[in-house]
């Protein structure tokens, strides 16, 4: 089966350094998305990687390990505004994107 | 960046009437549009997927008789929540993907529509 696998929840401090891991089974792979969801609203598209490596925009940057099934999402010099869920999106053979359950980030003073 | 509208971005209605969400991409041409349903705390739950001039494909517990999705135009889709109900109480998002543009076929979503059943 499909699935995509991402922590619930995590907690770190105004500042600091935050790595959000996720892995992944699709049927195929056609790449894997992060977006940033804040509470009652749309989710907005952070980044995409298809190949293995570092992929950064600014204070984000995405990994990916293809052989591994595994991705993460570091976010750096954290901001208050950055309390938000991420979600995690595996596109499969069928380029359908296959959702994790999202990981609740809460940015403490 | 692509945008996508959706309108109404919240609406409460009575038991057993019908509600529908238009969603339109504003400044590109979407052949596939995504319905999704959120429930609080939860991740998002695609309910179908719209094809231009074709009919929807409907994820699996998903009833098409009950959530009509109409993709009339490469700008606009519509969902029709039949005969809601208090359990259809949920925030209703669609996506669009822009694959004319030079991305990879990312989703753009919509705001959202918060649809409360009384």
């Known amino acids: 089966g499909q699935n995509i696998d991402q922590p619930t929840e995590m907690t770190a401090t105004e500042g600091a350094i935050v790595q959000i891991n996720c892995t992944y089974q699709?049927?195929?792979?056609?790449?894997l998305f992060w977006y940033q969801q804040h509470a009652g609203e749309a989710p907005t598209f952070l980044s995409y990687?298809?190949l293995d490596g570092l992929e950064e925009k600014g204070r984000f940057s995405s990994f990916l390990s293809r052989s591994k099934g595994y991705s993460y999402l570091l976010l750096k010099e954290l901001q208050m505004k950055d309390s938000a869920s991420y979600l995690c999106?595996?596109?499969?053979?069928?380029?359908?994107?296959?959702w994790g359950a999202g990981t609740k980030l809460i940015i403490k003073p | 960046g692509a945008v996508v509208s959706q309108h109404p971005s919240w609406v409460i209605c009575k038991s057993g009437t019908s509600v529908k969400i238009e969603c339109r991409s504003l400044?590109?041409?979407?052949?596939?549009m995504f319905w999704y349903r959120q429930f609080p705390k939860q991740s998002l739950m695609l309910m179908a997927t719209?094809?231009?001039?074709?009919?929807?494909?409907?994820e699996q517990g998903v009833e098409k008789d009950k959530f009509l999705i109409n993709h009339a135009s490469l700008t606009l889709s519509t969902l029709t929540v039949t005969s809601a109900h208090p359990e259809d109480s949920s925030f209703y998002i669609c996506?669009?993907?822009?694959?004319?543009?030079?991305?990879?076929?990312?989703?753009?979503f919509g705001p959202g529509t918060r649809l409360t059943v009384l």
């Open positions: 400044d590109f041409q979407a052949t596939t």
């Open positions: 999106a595996g596109k499969d053979s069928n380029y359908q994107l296959i």
């Open positions: 996506s669009a993907r822009d694959l004319g543009s030079a991305g990879f076929g990312e989703q753009f």
């Open positions: 699709t049927s195929g792979f056609n790449g």
């Open positions: 990687n298809v």
């Open positions: 719209s094809n231009e001039g074709s009919k929807a494909t409907y």
